[in-house]
């Protein structure tokens, strides 16, 4: 399963159970919205990132990192969102048009990719989706008892 597979299958979730995508990113194709760290550097794209979703639904904000295999390194860097406001201005400015109460943080992959270095690092998240082969989505980390 391709990273851009695993991305649709979060869109198709998502858009199903009503969340409104506000940003969405397929693998080499630029389409995303690109977060600027908020200190002033003055290279236009040095130290950005592009989530591959962000979606929202009544209040709750969720951030996708979308892989097609299981990255210990892609663990830390989302957990790295999560434990300071580096980004802050621009995750604010990207969801000035949404009431936001709470913003979580998560990566997604292939089920069958959900191995126990996954499991050790699931706790750095808010939470960890797997998607199966026929395209069904899972959580393998839930700790917000999160749904779509």
Excluded at 70 to 81: G, Q, R
Excluded at 116 to 130: E, H, R, T, Y
């Amino acid at each position: 399963m391709t990273e851009e597979q695993v991305t649709k299958a979060i869109l198709n979730a998502l858009a199903k159970n009503g969340w409104k995508i506000v940003a969405f990113d397929f693998p080499q194709s630029g389409s995303g919205k690109m977060l600027h760290p908020n200190e002033n550097i003055s290279e236009k794209n040095k130290g950005g990132i592009v989530p591959d979703v962000v979606a929202v639904k009544n209040g709750l904000c969720l951030f996708f990192e979308n892989k097609d295999r299981f990255v210990s390194n892609d663990f830390h860097k989302v957990s790295a969102l999560i434990g300071d406001n580096q980004y802050s201005n621009s995750i604010a400015a990207l969801l000035n048009d949404y009431r936001i109460d709470k913003i979580l943080y998560g990566i997604a992959f292939p089920s069958s990719k959900w191995s126990n270095k996954a499991k050790s690092n699931a706790a750095l998240l808010d939470f960890v989706v797997g998607v199966t082969a026929s395209g069904n989505i899972e959580f393998l980390h839930n700790p917000h008892s999160l749904e779509f």
